[in-house]
């Protein structure tokens, strides 16, 4: 395995320290100056907390680079080099690839289910933004696997239960529609995304 991880960090517009600072009328679209700060808080408390408090290990380096989105947020690629390499059997406990339920707050659920859902799209939804040709651009819905397993060009296959093996699943209401959206639809997430980072 490799001694280093590649992370992104997209911006949550509705973060109520956004919210709170706009005016009627105005979405963190209309206020560069505040999603920019915000942002920046929360990216130098991310990288703090992955280097100081060594979640995945000591860290020997990393670097960043920011972006913005067509939807005018902000995006940080992050890559950390760690003294360590990090070995297979650690992967789940660093990237989760399933739904999870927090015993802390719903809160979480919600905003994991807002934004590291994919789609759905294919034949649930033939109309989503990431459709050409009749299929996926981003390969959704994902296989399930019952565990984590690195693929022939290293890029590891992560553990996505189905609800019949301790998966969870939730309802999502799509075009009016009722969806059982599961573990093949979530995006790959930061094991600890849990925390207010």
Known sequence: MDDHVYLSRSHVIQMAKITSLLLPGQN????????????????????????????????????????????????????????????????????????QIYPLTNCCLILLQQNMIHGPCGTLNSSSPCMADGKCTKNFPNRFTNDTVTNVDGYPIYRRRNPENGGQSFIKNIINTDIDIDNRWVGAIFASAEQDI
């Not at 999603?35 to 380096?61: D, E, M, Y």
Request: aromatic share 12%.
């Open 28 to 99: 963190a679209i209309h206020r560069h100056d505040i999603t920019a700060r915000v942002f920046r808080q929360k990216l130098k408390s991310l990288i703090s907390f992955i280097t100081k408090s060594h979640v995945f290990g000591p860290t020997r380096c990393w670097m960043y680079s920011v972006e913005w989105q067509k939807r005018g947020l902000p995006h940080a690629h992050i890559l950390v080099w760690f003294i360590d390499k990090i070995r297979p059997e650690e992967i789940d406990s660093i990237i989760s690839a399933e739904i």
